[in-house]
DNA sequence: CAGTCCAGTCGAAGCGCTTCGACATGGTAT
DNA sequence: ATACCATGTCGAAGCGCTTCGACTGGACTG
């Protein structure tokens, strides 16, 4: 393992002057400079991370806790995940993958050792337990997804109200008076998870405003648990013709058992998904759908945090606008009998 | 921040004495150890993990690289991440996320920095790029996947060439003499991935040797592209009555085309898929598949990697045996015209 | 009863880096 | 010519931990 102080011995100047080299912290003479550069470049040198955290009490790592509950839809975290780890490389920064295990400990367990130098959090509950952590301890932080109270809090999320809205006025403008909500399973919402609520919210507060029955249920997805809730829809609304989904793993079981009853898409009903672009393009009917954007999630995080750590940025929270992409499954409501 | 230091005299012993409570590579008094164990709870003290691994040379730090292909089927990735993460924190191992955007570079930065003591490598091309980089340096690996030489690394995947076996076995059993094998995408195979490669092995030399029929199709998934591919498959063999469905994003629409055609399952044809459980079991008709062991598969790259890591354990490929379970998608074939 | 051993503890060195103050050097302003 | 400043470089002091050798006092052995 190569060390700054063979580097500097190499190059002939002292071990400050590689240090100051790759910092950038000093000014140093060009020639300086590149007999330096020469130096790392043919010994292959890198510096430990280890020494460089101890020294400058700063790790250059980003912690990045995902929560492994089977009931989220996974390719969003994924996706988010990914974006925030290509993200964090451009700033230099390296990601510690935590998973929910450990729940607020690991908060703790970071924080206290100096692994890493900030956190972000994802699918956070409205009433998060690591949350009074976080706003105890001075470390950098972000959260994607809104609790309950931001108060001090950085948080990243998509504008789940506003969505719910977008879908709602979709709908109304077709014409489609009785509208169906296909939402996440029911221990999404046990949990208080901000997103799922504030979607629901942002559904009926519009409805309302417009004049609009809306029906709300609850659905883990699957045909069987979707057949079934169909049936519940159907029997309580025989006149619903706007369908608004939320949960991904319920968007294919919902085609096919409409098909199967013979109602067309869009003639007969419309639907409306809330669900990444992928799914919506690959879907058996292209859905007009509001797209999660969670590469954009992703990067807006980090590009928060590392303005924290930079000493720049305050506390704030980004809400990204939704946008309604018209496909193939939406359009006008059919004309009553 | 609270150091060893502050423990040491809150405890009255020194700091040695505390590093060796914490270590236990001593022995240590009881009374000693209760009254250390005892300060630290007070005093809140974490090991700050910058001076450990520059002072012992141990990061306890695992990297996962993993890379971010569009193509491949991102929730079996995930709940590898997922299980690895989770194993590596039961032999008191963190976590470190790369994606493949860094490629190669990335190893050479990690092994050189000390940043992660091993590495845990996904998605192995058959002859990856970073594979000599890995032997050179003596930092333990393993690999989630199966490269074309194994030669001096450990390596950890399901035996997919005895899963297309058993798909073909399974198929033959019910009389099924003519089957299509709906394949991952075209780029999938072009990349030279192992699991493909070996799974298709497995199936033609089964075929050959049960004297069954065999056409192979690469499927992006999708609607519109499956039904371009299951047209060219009737087309070229009409007589199909089996289907090996490999690529997880071909499974819905397969079944929905299927069924759109009036051809039933399991009576006219039979459905095997090579999937996760889950997948298998939300669909709209139970599948009879082959389950990709994520969790298993994580599990055991972890155990394999802190077996190394322990002086244990040496280069080995491990192979999980696939296991068919049967459910509603197969039957006996369909008596001839 | 001297010699040996072991459990239990301590002090000090050092891991590889950052960073502060100090020190040259040469240019610029007075 | 003197004083001053900016620029470039160095030495040394740590950062908080692990670990090695050394020391102590009691429990054995012969």
Do not use: W
Request: glycine share 8%; proline share 5%.
């Amino acid at each position: 393992m190569v060390t700054l102080a063979e580097v500097a011995q190499h190059a002939g100047v002292s071990a400050s002057t590689v240090s100051y080299v790759l910092s950038g912290k000093r000014s140093i003479s060009t020639t300086t400079r590149q007999r330096v550069e020469e130096s790392i470049r043919k010994l292959g040198y890198h510096p430990n991370a280890g020494a460089r955290a101890l020294a400058s009490s700063r790790s250059n790592i980003i912690a990045l806790m995902i929560p492994l509950r089977t009931d989220m839809y996974v390719p969003v975290m994924m996706e988010i995940a990914i974006a925030v780890a290509a993200g964090a490389r451009t700033h230099g920064y390296d990601i510690l993958l935590l998973t929910g295990e450990e729940g607020p400990d690991a908060v703790r367990r970071v924080t206290g050792s100096g692994l890493a130098d900030a956190m972000i959090l994802m699918d956070v509950e409205l009433d998060d337990e690591r949350l009074p952590l976080l706003r105890a301890t001075d470390q950098p932080s972000v959260l994607i997804g809104l609790p309950a109270d931001t108060e001090g809090l950085t948080c990243v999320d998509l504008d789940f109200r506003a969505t719910g809205a977008l879908c709602v006025e979709h709908l109304a403008g077709l014409g489609h008076r009785d509208i169906a909500v296909i939402g996440e399973a029911a221990a999404v919402y046990e949990r208080h998870t901000g997103f799922a609520e504030r979607t629901l919210d942002g559904l009926r507060t519009r409805a309302r405003e417009l004049g609009l029955r809306l029906l709300h249920r609850p659905c883990e997805g699957g045909y069987d648990t979707m057949a079934a809730t169909l049936a519940r829809v159907f029997d309580e609304r025989p006149d619903t013709t706007g369908f608004v989904v939320q949960n991904e793993a319920a968007v294919e079981p919902l085609l096919a058992l409409l098909r199967q009853q013979g109602r067309a898409v869009p003639e007969d009903v419309s639907v409306v998904a809330v669900c990444p672009e992928q799914v919506a393009t690959q879907a058996s009917v292209r859905l007009t759908s509001v797209a999660v954007p969670a590469q954009e999630m992703g990067r807006r995080a980090v590009e928060q945090l590392v303005a924290k750590l930079d000493g720049r940025g305050s506390d704030e929270v980004v809400l990204l606008a939704p946008e309604l992409t018209v496909r193939a499954s939406s359009g006008p409501a059919p004309v009553g009998p």
